[in-house]
């Protein structure tokens, strides 16, 4: 009661008419603001920071989705920083529009980790259903992306895979004032969510008991399947987890959420296969099997061809190009 007497009389003087700025309309402001606070609302070393008013708020209905790309760290220490900033934002812009398309809020990235939330700013309903779509979305659209940088960032890169951990649950939110202003979420469903993330596996949509409680609740049942180990999670102990089922055809609309990018990738969109995925090709018979010490290639070995490949292609290029600027190209022509 002492709050809405407050935000009451803080108001009074604009009219029967003003609209009340309630801690949600004000993370609302900051947000659409694109993280700028007014200069009013930055506190300085001549104000004491209890008597400012936070912008924060609890929002009870939420999910939160923790996503990381496993194998980062060993790929990243034998790449230039250009690739490495190259990957990262190939997968983040993609990740980005699947999350403008379907409403979902992405709060931040820190390093290879993508941070998301349903049910906030705005409250929905079906909250945990658009998360989980969404990581569908991204986790299928990462495997083919992988894939089509290798020739461009080097051997290993098709291996690289997202691993996403989902839980549901009530977040408190608010902006931390100060040189750099952010929005940030705290609570238990932020920690838990992150847990359900580094116990996950590749390729693979950890949930949460309460998300999918929330899945099952909402007929959606049949797109999960329970784990079979328990999973140990510091300060809860042993949980009961579940993985979404990527294969469920009730699902299958996700796959054209971002079929619409300029690389015509998105069309392409499947469940990821597994490796090592036998090739038909083969040296039996040609000579190389004695060689090479192999009768047939699978899809690693081939990417690793293509790309040495097109590294010889392009070094070849170079040189040419530089005789001929050189002139020596055209001299030995000549004679």
């Known amino acids: 009661a002492w709050k809405n007497s407050k935000n009451m009389s803080s108001n009074s003087s604009l009219g029967e008419g003003a609209l009340i700025e309630t801690p949600k309309i004000r993370l609302k402001s900051f947000i659409s603001s694109g993280s700028a606070l007014p200069e009013d609302q930055m506190p300085n070393n001549h104000q004491v920071s209890v008597a400012m008013e936070p912008i924060a708020d609890l929002f009870p209905h939420t999910t939160i989705m923790f996503a990381d790309i496993a194998g980062f760290?060993?790929?990243?220490?034998?790449?230039?920083?250009?690739?490495?900033?190259?990957?990262?934002?190939?997968?983040?812009?993609?990740?980005?529009?699947?999350?403008?398309?379907?409403?979902?809020?992405?709060?931040?990235?820190?390093?290879?980790?993508?941070?998301?939330?349903?049910?906030?700013?705005?409250?929905?309903?079906?909250h945990a259903e658009i998360m989980v779509r969404f990581a569908r979305s991204c986790l299928l659209r990462i495997d083919l992306l992988t894939k089509e940088l290798e020739s461009q960032l080097g051997p290993g890169t098709a291996e690289l895979a997202m691993r996403f951990g989902i839980h549901t649950g009530p977040v408190t939110a608010g902006v931390l004032r100060g040189q750099k202003a952010r929005f940030q979420l705290f609570g238990d469903t932020m920690n838990t969510a992150s847990r359900m993330e580094s116990t996950g596996m590749k390729n693979k949509i950890h949930l949460s008991t309460d998300t999918a409680d929330k899945l099952t609740k909402a007929g959606f049942g049949h797109w999960i399947t329970k784990r079979q180990d328990l999973v140990h999670v510091k300060g809860k102990g042993d949980m009961q987890t579940y993985w979404l089922l990527l294969g469920s055809?009730?699902?299958?609309?996700?796959?054209?959420?971002?079929?619409?990018?300029?690389?015509?990738?998105?069309?392409?969109?499947?469940?990821?296969?597994?490796?090592?995925?036998?090739?038909?090709?083969?040296?039996?018979?040609?000579?190389?099997?004695?060689?090479?010490?192999?009768?047939?290639?699978?899809?690693?070995?081939?990417?690793?061809?293509?790309w040495n490949v097109d590294v010889l292609i392009t070094l070849l290029k170079r040189v040419v190009a530089n005789r001929i600027a050189t002139g020596v190209g055209s001299k030995a022509l000549s004679t």
């Open 73 to 126: 760290t060993a790929w990243s220490s034998e790449r230039e920083p250009s690739q490495v900033f190259t990957l990262l934002e190939t997968i983040y812009r993609d990740m980005d529009k699947a999350a403008k398309k379907l409403n979902v809020f992405k709060v931040e990235t820190v390093g290879d980790c993508y941070v998301a939330a349903t049910g906030i700013p705005d409250p929905q309903e079906n």
């Open 249 to 306: 055809s009730s699902m299958s609309e996700t796959s054209s959420v971002i079929s619409d990018d300029t690389s015509g990738l998105g069309a392409l969109i499947r469940a990821p296969r597994s490796r090592p995925r036998k090739n038909k090709a083969s040296f039996s018979g040609t000579g190389l099997d004695g060689v090479l010490g192999v009768t047939e290639i699978d899809d690693s070995l081939q990417r690793l061809i293509d």
